[in-house]
């Protein structure tokens, strides 16, 4: 039976429950798979999203049932999506979108954050798990309205969300201002997502903590892509797009293609390089960043510097210093050295950089490219492919869309090209409306109305809905206090 294993210590293994239910390893480091299965890409020809999600479910998590993963599954994404299909893909000029966001929070979060509670809620029965679980998160906007969306009124997990004051949509507060559930709890933080995030990581490991989940029968978890059960499910639709091209009669079986991924995390790329290393004929990882373009640097250069000013972009979710998947992505390309994991992680801690060795930096531009867009360029894209294709994007979509094209002009390869579109464009309508020369003042519902009257697209009915729904959430803290915040919190009875 496969089992994961610690990036910063091969001694620390654990089965696919444990991982989801734990998060992170205890010493700090994320985890993986031992060995990658790899995975029948010819059986999921054909086959529709839910199907393929079960085949690949249960071979990257091999200590859940099939019974158990097909539980999972149409729970998750039965009648969740505005679409059968869950993620269709569709032709787009001499490329392919594959949109991601027509789940419950328009963002491709809710693909992996629709099925996470459910594995989580069965990796606590499995494990006869006695603690109350509580999911710690830090969002950049996105995940946290999907992660309470999957976990609002699970049994026995709570949930607490910390947002940066600054920096989110209109929308995407609204989402989780909004957010109903006997068992969930939002907190604004004054400070920037990589604060947020750290915090929320010193809370994770601090010694307080411990004391207080062994007195009170806590288990602190997480639902950020530190989480492998987050990254597991994105898998799918690589497969799925690719097979759906192979179905169309526009790929032939085994054809390599490329992935355009905007990336902040680097939690959905991971997926793709996760379902390359089963066996899916990716040829290039186009890895697009913002002007927070740490990751495009990195991967020029193999420097890894986070000594620079964080940037607040018009593509939000990907405003992010420190890329916590790349450890992921560093483990599997060193031949799962947690050694020199630890020796570069220890260098970002200590002195904000890293470098990593030549044979490293091979291994990696193997597989990926990287570029990045500003927010002049994500507008010029979001204005020219309206008017050329007379497709709609999203600021995100936008970044990977201008990247991949830098792509082609670069002539790497000649591989057919797959975007993957994170968000639908109505999430971050403002921008959108400026980027086709139109007025961008107004409240965000009345912005929402403009876009659709100009475009004709269809508004996701979760943002019509927001409009109208109370706002419950109001807590605004020092990043300081966050620590304060979860333990007063979790003392409190009803939320
Ligand atoms: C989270 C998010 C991203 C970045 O994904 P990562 O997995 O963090 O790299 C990109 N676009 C949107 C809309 C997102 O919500």
């Keep these: 039976m496969s089992s994961y294993v610690s990036t910063r210590d ?7 429950s444990e991982a989801i239910l734990k998060g992170l390893s205890d010493e700090g480091g994320l985890f993986m798979l031992d060995e990658i299965p790899s995975l029948p890409l010819e059986e999921m020809i054909g086959m529709d999203f839910q199907s393929t999600a079960k085949v690949i479910l249960k071979a ?47 963002a ?46 699970v049994d026995g997990i709570r949930i607490i969300v910390f947002f940066p004051d600054q920096g989110i949509s209109a929308t995407q507060r609204a989402q989780m201002v909004t957010c109903n559930g006997k068992n969930v709890s939002v907190c604004a933080v004054k400070g920037n997502f990589d604060d947020a995030q750290s915090g929320v990581k ?56 490329n992935f355009a991924v905007p990336t902040g995390n680097f939690g959905n790329i991971l997926a793709g390089y ?53 450890e992921r992505m560093l483990y599997l390309s060193t031949d799962r050295n947690p050694t020199t994991i630890n020796r570069y992680m220890n260098e970002l801690y200590h002195h904000g950089y890293y470098q990593v060795d030549d044979s490293i930096k091979n291994k990696i531009d193997e597989t990926f490219y990287s570029g990045f867009c500003s927010d002049t360029e994500t507008l010029e894209t979001i204005g020219n492919v309206y008017r050329d294709e007379d497709y709609l994007m999203d600021p995100h979509t936008a970044v990977a869309w201008k990247v991949s094209e830098d792509f082609k002009n670069a002539q790497i390869n000649f591989h057919k090209t797959i975007v993957l579109a994170t968000a639908s464009p109505y999430k971050f309508a403002h921008s959108v409306l400026i980027a086709l020369n139109q007025d961008g003042s107004g409240d965000e519902f009345s912005i929402i109305r403009r876009l659709h009257k100009l475009t004709g697209s269809p508004i996701p009915k979760n943002l019509i809905d927001l409009e109208n729904m109370e706002v ?7 990043k300081e206090d966050m620590a304060h915040y979860v333990f007063t919190k979790v003392g409190e009875q009803t939320w």
């Excluded at 091969?10 to 696919?16: C, E, L």
Aim: proline share 4%; charged share 20%.
């Design 10 to 16: 091969s001694d620390i293994r654990v089965n696919a």
């Design 60 to 106: 990257m998590l091999s200590d859940f049932t099939q019974d158990e993963i097909n539980t999972c599954v149409e729970q998750a994404y039965t009648n969740k999506f505005e679409t059968n299909e869950c993620t269709p893909i569709v032709s787009v000029g001499d490329r392919y979108v594959l949109e991601l966001f027509h789940g419950p929070t328009s």
């Design 108 to 153: 491709f979060k809710d693909v992996a954050l629709s099925i996470l509670p459910r594995l989580m809620s069965l990796a606590k029965k499995k494990n006869k798990t006695q603690e109350e679980i509580i999911i710690l998160t830090a969002t950049s906007g996105d995940t946290g309205s999907a992660a309470l969306n999957g976990f609002s009124d």
């Design 202 to 257: 010193t809370i994770f490991t601090s010694p307080e903590t411990k004391k207080l989940s062994e007195s009170r029968k806590l288990l602190f978890s997480s639902a950020n892509s530190i989480n492998i059960g987050r990254l597991i499910p994105q898998m799918v639709y690589y497969f799925k797009s690719y097979a759906n091209l192979v179905n169309k009669g526009d790929i032939l079986p085994g054809e390599p293609v």
């Design 274 to 326: 996760m379902a390359k290393l089963s066996g899916l004929p990716i040829a290039k990882l186009i890895c697009a960043s913002n002007s927070n373009n740490v990751l495009t640097e990195f991967l020029h250069s193999g420097v890894y510097d986070m000594r620079r000013n964080f940037l607040r972009t018009l593509s939000p979710s990907m405003d992010i210093l420190l890329s916590s998947n790349l």
């Design 472 to 478: 419950r959430h109001n807590s605004v803290i020092e």
